[in-house]
């Protein structure tokens, strides 16, 4: 299963609302993932079954959709929200990534 | 709290095998999945395999049979074999722990949720 991300790369300033989407190539139901990963780190759980939070997650992330279409928005970006963004499918063997969205600092 | 600690030689030959290996401290090792992902110079993630503490495996057929996953239970250790390594094998290895839910009789993955710190690996003569 592909899964796209859009945008590859997006410049936001501090306090806007940020949205990355993620398309499946088939549909996977909500078993999405979403991680964020800043530079020589592993990457961190942000949200999984497509919309649930993972404990200590500022809610100000929030995911949604189901089947072939998913979001993760940013409700109000702060500093240390400058990272790259990945969603992962887990429907289906090979799991897979999508390509990612770098949000940097305009 | 979990912690998964990995090791494993960072600068290979090519045709050579690499091995690598995470334990799992602070918390059970059964009822998950033990998984690798690695993330080339520059690139995204890609899913590599897992490993349940029965030893079940699932890799990516883009590893084109050259992958072992074991695991050590009495160690809660799982690790990883990659044969004749080439140059695109280059990247950033990281073990990781899945999450599980149950899907009729079958406990399959739901999300990753604990990581090890990565371990660089160049491949290069």
């Known amino acids: 299963i592909q899964l796209t991300q859009s945008p590859s790369f997006l410049s936001a300033s501090v306090g806007d609302r940020v949205t990355i989407t993620c398309r499946a190539s088939?549909?996977?139901?909500?078993?999405l993932a979403w991680y964020q990963q800043k530079p020589g780190k592993a990457p961190d759980l942000l949200i999984y079954?497509?919309?649930t939070l993972q404990n200590g997650v500022p809610s100000r992330f929030g995911g949604s959709g189901s089947g072939t279409e998913f979001t993760l928005t940013i409700s109000s970006l702060q500093p240390e929200d400058f990272a790259t963004y990945y969603c992962?499918?887990?429907?289906?063997?090979?799991?897979?990534f999508g390509g990612g969205t770098k949000v940097e600092i305009k | 709290q979990v912690q998964l600690q990995q090791w494993g030689a960072g600068l290979l030959k090519p045709s050579e095998t690499l091995s690598l290996t995470c334990a799992v401290y602070?918390?059970?090792?059964?009822?998950?999945?033990w998984t690798w992902i690695r993330q080339a110079p520059g690139k995204g993630l890609e899913w590599i395999g897992e490993?349940?503490?029965?030893?079940?495996?699932h890799d990516n057929p883009s590893l084109k049979g050259r992958l072992t996953i074991s695991v050590d239970t009495s160690k809660n250790q799982f690790s990883l074999q990659l044969t004749s390594l080439i140059a695109a094998d280059s990247a950033v290895y990281f073990c990781?722990?899945?999450?599980?839910?149950?899907?009729?009789?079958?406990?399959?993955?739901?999300?990753?949720?604990?990581w090890g710190q990565g371990t660089p690996v160049t491949v290069s003569s």
């Open positions: 088939q549909d996977i139901g909500n078993y």
């Open positions: 490993i349940n503490h029965g030893g079940t495996t």
């Open positions: 602070g918390e059970s090792f059964s009822g998950y999945y």
């Open positions: 992962q499918q887990l429907n289906m063997y090979p799991l897979t």
């Open positions: 079954g497509a919309s």
């Open positions: 990781a722990r899945a999450r599980t839910q149950s899907f009729g009789v079958f406990l399959v993955p739901y999300y990753l949720d604990s």
